[in-house]
């Protein structure tokens, strides 16, 4: 059968289950988007390609399936870099596909060339130019196998155009193997279930390895059995359930104080699916102690690169979970509960009292409100992720979407957006901070355009909120380029076909929520807080992990 480059393109997509792409048209993907005209394929037309890799994205996470981004070539493609890199530090499974100049062109600065492979090849887990019509399928196909085995990550393939438009004969798939989940060696998983079935102080610690492993299922049973304290890092928030009275809840740097000093005082700690970073650990020269630490991890690059690891269990996060279950014994840790509770009630939670409208009584507020629906929670970066992180209840893997390795500021609204056509039978509820919301926020205008029914919730401090706190703690209070001008978020929502309300109470919010709850169109609810809010607890970089700053008010 005879196909156009470009409709080969379409057969693949349609062959691995996509449903769904994102991006923005251009000079050398024109016969590409030519064959989407009339493709069985919703094709969401973002208004900057950063929004559409940000939307595939959080697609992808949203979904567990694999996100499709296209771009044209030179800044087009440049464009998606950051969304990449955001993909890649956080493990998400993602094919972007880039338009480029012709084969013939290449490599002599034509107009719109730039080496995206080589410019991506650092923050993509693959990416190679198609050089000949007959390695374009094969080179579709095995982009998608590398997105999603093993470790998930982004993929780049980079088209020329003119073999989007010559024909190829379509080759058939081959029979597809079925990837066997690695188990790991017999004997550690042996000695590690005799060292956790020894400890008096045992913690369990949850990463985003485990959402992508399936593995919540497992993780309780082993917290059950062996009544193990369970912490989760930022990108582990949800596979244990923040409602069950062993979750105490995040871990690291502006983890709570239970979660920090558990880890801290703990003889083990079973990690699983966590590459340890500075965020999480603090002083890693000091994080180890006296503990033995049992890490599971489908990446063997990530076994004692970061921290040493006492045990190594390298394999299927779930997989290897099964192994281990029936050798742990059924434990109780009473005492070690009770100190861990003792250690919660020292947190100060001032932010949810009196009667001022703060980040976390608005997190508290959503809680109640959102406690009985399906709910998928998509933050930006700052202030307003870490109080998210710190004060909503997050039941479920894929409950709570955020930019954790990168830390990238207008990852909110797109990705949302992407979470929302992943899951529309699913409420999508996005909190960012008035900073991150400028940088992608015109992608509010494709939300309305999609009739999409996400609610944005603007943290508005006036300031870059995190920064600001930085130099207030450690910076002598200089705020260089932190402080920010009025802004009307309702009336540019508004000018998006979106609904915007401006509260500075807690009723107000309360009742704007409400109102939002009942609109099938974005909604944008810019909350007023105080500048002087601070994200509490918090470690100093580099601190030891239970070193907590004394904030001076």
Known sequence: MKLTGAQA????????????????PGGQVIPLYNALYDAPLRNILTVHEQGAVHAADGYARASGRTGVCIATSG?????????LATAYLDSVPLVAITGQVPVANLGRDSFQEIDIVGVTMPITKYNLMVRRSEELVPALRKAFAIAREGRPGPVLVDIPSNLQVEELEWPEAEAVKTSVKKPACADQVAEAA???????HPVLLVGGGAVHSDAAAELQELAAKADLPVVSTLMGLGVFPASDAKAFGMTGMHGHIAANMAVANADVLVVAGSRFSDRVTGDRSRYVGKKTIIQLDIDPSELDKNVATGIPLEGDIKTVLQQLLPLVEQKQHTQWFERIREWDAQEERKLLSGGQLTAPWLMECLNELLGGEETVFVTDVGQNQMWAAQYLKINRPRQHLTSGGCGTMGFGMPAAMGAALACPDKRVIHICGDGGFKMTGLELFTACREKLPLISIVINNSCLGMVRQWQQLFYNGRYSSTLLTEFDFSGFAASCGASGRRVTTRQEFKAALQDALQQKLPCVIEAVIMQQDLVEPMVAPGAVLDDFVKVQR
């Open 9 to 24: 393109i379409i057969k693949v997509l349609l062959e691995q289950g996509v449903d769904t792409v994102f991006g923005y």
């Open 194 to 200: 005799k060292v956790l079935n020894a400890s008096e």
């Open 75 to 83: 800044p087009g493609a440049t464009n998606i870099v950051t969304g």
